[in-house]
Nanobody, 111 residues
Framework: QVQLVESGGGLVQPGGSLRLSCKIY????????VDWYRQAPGKQRELVAT???????IYDDSVKGRFTISRDNAKNTADLQMNSLKLEDTGTYYC?????WGQGTQVTVSS
């Protein structure tokens, strides 16, 4: 059984930064990629970034150059550093690992 707990969301002005963290409660975390998704109000959930077991990452075009995904297998965590935030980055951000979703953390970008 896997449990994911996200943290780090909040309210930030455009151009600001936030760092999201996903704690993975499972004994072995190197078995699967870790993904960060987001869902804006009234829109479908979309993939923002993913990092595989070797540390290779892929980003949605909308966040390339601004977001960085990382993982620490020793600490069972996966982080999403978000810089130069835009209004359209607002949404609930979800961590996804091995078929399991976290509860989500809210990110609001507003002036």
């Amino acid at each position: 059984q896997v449990q994911l707990v996200e943290s780090g969301g909040g309210l930030v002005q455009p151009g600001g930064s936030l760092r999201l963290s996903c704690k993975i409660y499972r004994s072995i975390v190197t078995i699967s990629p870790v993904d960060w998704y987001r869902q804006a109000p009234g829109k479908q959930r979309e993939l923002v970034a993913t990092i595989d077991t070797a540390g290779e990452s892929i980003y949605d075009d909308s966040v390339k150059g601004r977001f960085t995904i990382s993982r620490d297998n020793a600490k069972n965590t996966a982080d999403l550093q978000m810089n130069s935030l835009k209004l359209e980055d607002t949404g609930t951000y979800y961590c996804h690992f091995w078929g399991t979703w976290g509860q989500g953390t809210q990110v609001t970008v507003s002036s």
